[in-house]
């Protein structure tokens, strides 16, 4: 059995890190035909075109940064009175809400973003940072509502009464009784909004067009142009700031008090 | 206030913006699907759009394929996914670096993994040089087709590298939570490995998975960026099939892309109605 | 197809329809309060001065720049090749801003597809200023899509100055299409077959020799499905190969003309596509796919348009050196890109002056300079002043570049849009499903 779980493990770590090497490798190479295992010729011309300020990689990490940082702002603050309300009350219509919540993660975005986007245009939001937010807000709804009625679900609303009960006021019962009750939920929950907001491509480009330059446009349009070494470096810039946030929330994503199971009972 | 009204409240800042600006494009989705567009004229809705979209010959094929990619792809997640949990709940050596490795795919977007997964597959790729390397092949042409195929094996494979590790995650979490208390009666009783995995773990496993594999389902059937960098020429998934439309320089194709994501839709909360009703138990959903 | 054809006849008018239908847009739920917010905006504006679209044809060419001074100007172009990048972003812009004061902003995208649908979404909003598309790179097929729909500024082309430097007889036409001053020339696109010449020392003169050659040599051989631009110009290839010219592909769309070649093109297609690569059983996607092919090896021959392409992967490690360009015998088809302004752009005078400072003689060499994008320029070097026509000539010719004589020779004219729409779709029915 040992033997057979270190096999699956291996299988797990080789699986999971192969495609990831010729991205790297093509990151810092020149020429790499077939069949040569490693590079001809090295070469940072990719990395002069990523710090390039006419590649506008730069402004686009940024961007990307900002918007995904203030879409999971905004995802904590709608979604967590959400998942409060759908992990502990039981209430008229529950089902309904629930749906209607999780359908941006059901119906394929394409049927929307048509529609999304002449909406956009016409309210003056389009060609906007709010507006980009606030589109990419859509999709990390479903997410941030799952994780959070997780969590809240588990949770005991006496644990409140009692606090309160021995004189706490409602801050301080938010800062020490439910706040790390929820705390798991709500960093997977952030998790998941910043990742989404951060990979956007489809609904940036239909919202914030060309003015607000985000790196998955970027990423994009270099996608089908076959420059191996560009396409490397770019996914590595893409990837690197996603691995901080996974450093960040890795320990609430598995163990016993997860805000993952949620997801078990979307 | 009482507790409808309050939990309404709670809710109303997440619901406000999904039901104006999701539903609202939905809305303006189907209506420009049936060409009905009062904005620009079009004020006699008529089903013309999707007469045409059925009558496209590719669409059979098309939804075969779908059905054959998404399809497989969630099943052997669930498979792969719960292997992977069991074996990483009691690894002990490296265990938090195979955690965070087993992490990682959920921060990589698809375009990346397909891009790397062309880099990887191709027949002039990584494996066909490691395989050449090794004296496996001796010319590319030998090295399998794996990408751009008929199976669309390139596509499931992206899809596993991401969606293994969040299934997997749920499975781990549940499975912690689940405790080794029933495993040990089961044992004690005398069951043996393959009956404790298949009459006691995943039993209790199941209701958690159905759900998140839903989700898998409904992206794989309804994404197009995957597909699109690595699929064939034809037929193609159906989400691709709407991309063509929508990307077409004839721009009297845009009411049968609508038409076609419609149809897509319907089917995906079609396939969903029916896994509630069949499978879903005891879940809400 | 009824209720497309709608869509681009009556995609006019717009803003009097949406009063109209102002009632319907209850259907889509839609708040007040954005309502409000878009109506606040839209009192910032005031137009005391007759706006630019109504002066421009008056205007002297100074006065055009003047009003540009300040503007910026966002320029969606296809973004996949890094060495345009740089030059737009950089070398471009860069002179724009110091010569005109005008801010030129590169938006890079993975196709027209994506601009096209942009400004049309705009169009089905109402929002006839202020789009957020000003410049485009465009041509052939999607120049004929837009400017159908009215999406386009003009016309503009016949007030730049620096148009002098072009041939006539080449602006009047785009695959067909009239153009009508809609647009102005960008670069030239001359096909050439790039091929491995370690492995091919003599290339095939033209189509049949080279479809005979990939029987000898199975799985060496492939294009691009239609409908990517570069593989139907393979398949308008064969089709000049069978008619034996061009000339019949000239006119409008011709049924009957069509009908007598086509079946024979499809005949020769399927007959050697069991030797194509994949034993054809699946063609690359694009262009990029079939030249990843040819670095690696796997392909001998690939079709492209821009006969400066392999220089250009040369010099950057993405081809190795014994790559070749050649030109049939029978000759090649050419053609030319342009610059179109949308209908509702902010900045319709910076876009002129963009348009006319990429026609300058200075910029076109630089442009094709090696320190610049490996750029074909469009204009008529008979036109050029003395001295430049001299700097082009003695510009350095890579190893795996054609002397433009050669170019200019073997070049053969676009068939129509309407016969390039028709290619594409049978090439779907007729090779790729069978």
Known sequence: MTVLKRIILLGLVIGVILPMIPLFVWAFSGSWFYPSLLPQSLSLRSWSYVFHPGSRILEALFNSFFIAASVTILSLIVGVPAGKAIGMYRFKG???????????ALIPSMTVTMGMQVLFIRYGLSETLMGVILVHLIPTIPYMTVSMSAVFSHFDISFEEQARSLGAKSLSTFRHVTLPAVFPGMVVGAMFSFLISWGQYVLTLMVGGGRIVTLPLLLYSFAVSGDNSLVGALSLVFIIPS???????????????????????? | MNRNTAAWLLTAPALIPVLILFFGGFGLGILQSFSFFPLIGLDTPNFSAYTEVLAEDELLLSLVLTLLVSLS????TIALAVTAALALRSAERGRRGILFLFQFPITVPHVIIALGALLLLSQSGFAARLTAFFGIISDSTDFPVLVNDRLGLGIIYVYLWKQIPFIGIIALSVLQSMGNDYEELARSLGAKQSQVLFHVILPLMRPALLPGSVLCFAFTFGSYEVPFLLGRSYPSML????YRYFTNFNLVQRPLAMALAVLITLFLLVTVILYKKFLGGRNRL | MAPGISILSEVKNINKKFEKYALKRAIVVIPLLLTVLSSLSALGRSDE???FEERYQTMDWEDIVAEADGQTLYFYMWGGNES????????????LMEKYNVHLQMVPVDGPGVYINKVLAEKQAGRNSGGSVDLMWINGENFRAMKKADLLFGPFADRLPNISYMDESKLEFDFGYPIEGYESPYGAAQSVFEYNSARVPDPPSDMGALLEWAKENPGRLTYPAPPDFTGSLFVRHVFYYVAGGYEDFMGPFDEEIYSRIAPKVWELLNEVEPYLWSEGKTYPSNLSRTQDLLANGE???????????????????????????YMFDTGMIGNLNFLAISFNSNAKAAAMVAANEVLSPEVQYHAASPEGMFWMSPLDMERLPETYRRKFESLPLAPSRLPAETLNRFSLPE????????????????????
């Open chain 1, 94 to 104: 529950k089902t309904i809400v629930e749906i209607i919540l999780l359908s941006p």
């Open chain 1, 243 to 266: 691995l901080v946030i996974l450093v960040l929330s890795s320990r609430f994503l598995t163990g016993e008090s997860s805000g993952m199971g949620g997801f078990g009972g979307v």
């Open chain 2, 73 to 76: 792809a969630t099943f052997l």
């Open chain 2, 239 to 242: 989400p691709v099939l709407v």
């Open chain 3, 49 to 51: 001065i007759l706006p």
């Open chain 3, 84 to 95: 345009y990048n740089r030059w737009v972003s950089s070398w471009f812009a860069g002179r």
């Open chain 3, 299 to 325: 392909i001998w021959f690939s079709i492209n348009y821009s006969p400066d392409g392999a220089a250009d992967y040369i010099s950057k490690g993405r081809f190795p050196e014994s790559i070749r360009t």
């Open chain 3, 415 to 434: 068939p129509g849009a309407d016969w390039l729409t028709r290619i594409e779709r049978d090439w779907q029915a007729e090779v790729l499903r069978k």
